[in-house]
Structures are given as C-alpha cells and as structure tokens.
C-alpha cells in the first residue's frame, strides 16, 4: 500500500505548486491526475507538426514570489515575454490597447509551467481519476488518516491531502468530507466554459499582432499560437476561443457545428481560416471563474489537513492558481 504525507488529487497548476513546496521541505507527496498529462487547463496539445496551447494563452507575474520565479525561467530561455497587451476587437474595428504589462508564454508550450513547479522526484499516477477521499475511522500506520479511491481500488493512504479541480468535481471527490454549508458554498462558485478551435494554417491571419482579444457574440480570443513558440520555423497555426456567452449557450452542440459557426465568424471580420490540415475542437467545461471563494485556499472544516485549491480561491487565472497551492503547502508544512 502506497502511504504518503499528503496526496494532491489534480495536477493543475495548484497542484503542482503545492506539490513542490511541499516535497522541497522533505514530505513524501503523490499527485493523481485522471489526464495522460500534467498542467490541467494550462494545456498544450500535439498537432499535426507543431503543439497548440489550447488553455491559458499567457500569464502575468505580479507577485513577488511568482514574478522571481518567472524571471529565472525567463533567463533560462524557457518563458518569453510574449506582449505588453493585447488589441480589442470592438464593432468589428481593431482598436490598440497595450498597457505596457507583460504577458508571458512558455516557448516549449504553456504546459511546460507545470513541468517547472513539479520536480521529477515526486511521484505522480497519470490517467486515474480520483472518485473520493475517505477519512478513515482510525489513523493507521504512521498517522494516515485519508484513503484516496479511484471506484473501487485504492490509489493511496495519506496523512493530508489537496485536493486541486473545479468546486464541482471537488464537491464529487470530497463528498463525505464536505459540511452541507461547504457544500453550497463552493457551489456557488461559477466557472465559464469555453470552446476551443485549434489548427495549422496554410496562410496567416491578416492580424499584425500575437493576438487578439474580441467583444463579440461569437468569438472571445483569437491568437496566432506559433509565435508563442518563438522559433521562425514553426508552422503557422492558430487558436480561437468562442466567447463565454456562446460556449455556455452551445456547451451541448454538435462541436462540428460550433467549429462551423467560429469559422463563419472569423469570415465576416476579415480573418478567413485557411486550414492547412484537419482542425481540433476542444470544450472546455470550467474554463474560467467567473465569481470567486476570495480567500487562497478552501480549508474543510470538519476534515484536518484537507485543502481545496485552484485558480477559483482567488485570482482566476494562472498565477492565482500557483499562488493557491503555494499557500496550501505553507498551511501543511
Ligand atoms: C480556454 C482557456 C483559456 C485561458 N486563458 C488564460 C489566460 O490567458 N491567462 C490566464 O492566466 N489564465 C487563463 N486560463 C485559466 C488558467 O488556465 C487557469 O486559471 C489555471 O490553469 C487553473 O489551474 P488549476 O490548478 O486551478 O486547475 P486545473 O488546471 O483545472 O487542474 C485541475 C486538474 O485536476 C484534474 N482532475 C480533475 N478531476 C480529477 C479527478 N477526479 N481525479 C484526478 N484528477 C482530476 C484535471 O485533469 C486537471 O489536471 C484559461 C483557461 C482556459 C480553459
């Protein structure tokens, strides 16, 4: 049986922050992820020649810590600055708007973050989905106090655990451990979906810019992905997310139909997409929060040592997310 210090159910990035501060400090740690993949929805897909980031498209470093920690993969060449700012699409005109702030990307792949916060030591089971966390009715062993399930065999016993997925899935994980009034609060939390159009072009966009960002009852984001990557020789290739309002209103479409409706969209302002080969769809279910817990983590009352983490405590976005599993770590250590 497979007995750890703390288990972190989720390798996005709050997961796997806490992840690393936790086994910097010498806990033995497992992470679980039901994905082939670590990075959650800072996702970077392989395509045809070429790999598509079909999540987050940049990130901000605000923070002290997390701004230092980008700084060094900055001079280690693995994070650029990939803007100061993003032009707006309003009533079909391109307006400017950089505020000099700068966005980051990760050459390898916006995926490759993750792979920065999480050592290679720490121990990680891929493509098993955690079903619930048990708290056991007597600690055994050496203090473990959690079983951690995925149907009916057991992943691992823990001592404490983090839990790191939308409030919806974690309200599925952690039923037995969740007071009715935590139950209602993180169901309370709004996520955004989000459809996601992805694919090599065999022309560019005529957009002068990385990206763009639009007000438009279709289209939310549009970014030519291969600069992102840096290098001249990388395919053209591009992603296009639907606008928050149109994925919630087709989240059950046909996603043929949604790719048809993006495509007719990028039409009529001028950016007709010229697929070099096959496109990708990919529906992002909780994409973004939309309303917040407003505190870093999300402590369980009635169940010691077990935290909830991600981008929706606080922040909604990357960084809010690492500075979430940081702050559990501390809670832990
Ligand atoms: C389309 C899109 C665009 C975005 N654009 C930006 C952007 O430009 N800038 C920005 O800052 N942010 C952006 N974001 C948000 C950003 O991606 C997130 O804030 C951040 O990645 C969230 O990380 P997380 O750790 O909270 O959760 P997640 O990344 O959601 O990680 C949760 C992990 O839990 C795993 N999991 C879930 N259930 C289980 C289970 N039962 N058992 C095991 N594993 C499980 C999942 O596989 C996943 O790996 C975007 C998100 C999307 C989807």
């Not at 050592?119 to 951690?148: F, H, K, N, W």
């Not at 209103?249 to 080969?277: C, F, K, Q, Y």
Request: aromatic share 6%.
């Amino acid at each position: 049986m497979n007995c750890v210090d703390v288990a972190i159910i989720g390798a996005g990035l709050a997961g796997v922050a806490a992840a690393g501060d936790l086994a910097a400090a010498g806990k033995s740690v497992l992470v679980i992820d039901k994905s082939r993949g670590i990075g959650g929805r800072m996702a970077t897909r392989r395509h045809a020649s070429t790999r598509i980031d079909h999540g987050a498209q940049f990130f901000t470093a605000r923070s002290e810590r997390f701004a230092a920690f980008v700084n060094g993969l900055v001079e280690s060449g693995i994070v650029q600055v990939w803007s100061h700012g993003f032009p707006i699409l309003v009533d079909g005109v391109v307006c400017a708007r950089a505020d000099g702030h700068p966005r980051y990307a990760c050459l390898a792949g916006m995926s490759e973050l993750a792979k920065q916060l999480l050592p290679d030591t720490v121990g990680c089971v891929l493509g098993t989905q955690v079903t619930s966390v048990i708290r056991l009715a007597d600690p055994v062993g050496d203090g473990m106090r959690y079983e951690i399930l995925a149907g009916e065999s057991t992943v691992c016993l823990a001592r404490d655990v983090v839990i790191n997925m939308p409030p919806v899935q974690l309200v599925a994980v952690a039923a037995d451990l969740l007071t009715d009034s935590e139950r209602e609060r993180l169901l309370a939390i709004e996520m955004e979906p989000c459809w996601a159009l992805g694919g090599c072009l065999a022309e560019d966009i005529p957009l002068t810019t990385v990206a763009l960002e639009c007000q438009h009852p279709v289209l939310g984001w549009i970014s030519r992905n291969h600069t992102r990557h840096g290098a001249a020789s990388e395919p053209l290739s591009i992603m296009v997310h639907a606008s928050g309002a149109c994925s919630a209103s087709h989240l059950e479409d046909d996603p043929l139909d949604v790719r048809n409706a993006i495509e007719t969209a990028m039409r009529e302002i001028g950016m007709p997409l010229h697929w070099d080969s096959d496109p990708f769809i990919h529906r992002w279910r909780y994409a973004k929060p939309v309303t917040g817990l407003g505190a870093d983590v999300f402590r369980l009352t009635t169940s010691p040592g077990v935290y909830g983490v991600g981008d929706w405590c606080i922040g909604g976005r990357v960084e809010g997310a690492v500075s979430s599993g940081w702050s559990a770590a501390k809670l832990l250590l």
